[in-house]
């Protein structure tokens, strides 16, 4: 018996998968919904970003590729903007340090103007899935973050040759977030990349 309520459980999952609909753990209260902390957003880029010509503080915005439903209720239309900052950035240095974006998703926009903050960075447990560019993985960029954060990005004349080849982070556990570390001379991700967010803090959204 409790092989087929599996299955069916299963069933149903694919099904809502196969409509198009993003669900994820949200708890009604009387007030609004409360998205819990590590559900997971795919949004599109809507700003360019690159390693060389961005700098600390620039804002930049995505758009939500597909809607969070609730009760057949889009809590999160499809659409909604999703506005980021970029925390820390480092251009790429021959023989120093590797190009780096440090990117921090801060405030939801709805349509009629209405503003939410919320505390959300990329999902490194997605692996090679969080970001694409053109339907394809970023390739040689490698993220680095998520629960065991990274505090401070350092380069190879700070660690030498072995100890840029173990990992270019510190400081472990200060923070939230994920970092995007490249040997490449530059890390660009163009207007319409998909990227895969996490919320790192639960989230309050307002009934209508």
């Not at 919904?33 to 700003?47: A, D, G, M, P, W």
């Not at 040759?161 to 472990?172: H, T």
């Amino acid at each position: 018996m409790n092989y087929w309520y599996k299955y069916l459980g299963a069933v149903i999952v694919t099904s809502l998968m196969g409509c198009g609909m993003l669900t994820e753990p949200v708890k009604e209260t009387s007030n609004g919904y409360e998205l819990q902390k590590n559900t997971s957003l795919r949004v599109i880029l809507q700003t360019p970003l690159s390693s060389n010509t961005n700098e600390r503080g620039d804002q930049f915005t995505t758009y939500l590729a597909q809607a969070l439903v609730f009760k057949e209720k889009a809590i999160l239309p499809k659409d909604t903007q999703i506005r980021g900052l970029v925390k820390r950035v480092k251009k790429y240095e021959k023989l120093g340090d590797r190009a780096s974006l440090f990117l921090l998703f801060d405030q939801i926009v709805f349509s009629d103007g209405i503003r939410i903050p919320l505390v959300a960075s990329l999902n490194t447990e997605e692996g090679d899935r969080v970001i694409k560019i053109k339907g394809k993985a970023l390739k040689d960029t490698t993220i680095i973050g998520g629960s065991a954060l990274v505090g401070t990005v350092v380069g190879r004349k700070t660690l030498g040759k072995d100890g840029a080849k173990k990992g270019l982070i510190v400081g472990a556990g200060l923070g939230t977030g994920a970092v995007l570390l490249s040997n490449m001379k530059e890390i660009k991700l163009p207007a319409g990349t998909e990227l895969v967010i996490k919320l790192d803090e639960l989230l309050l959204l307002p009934k209508e």
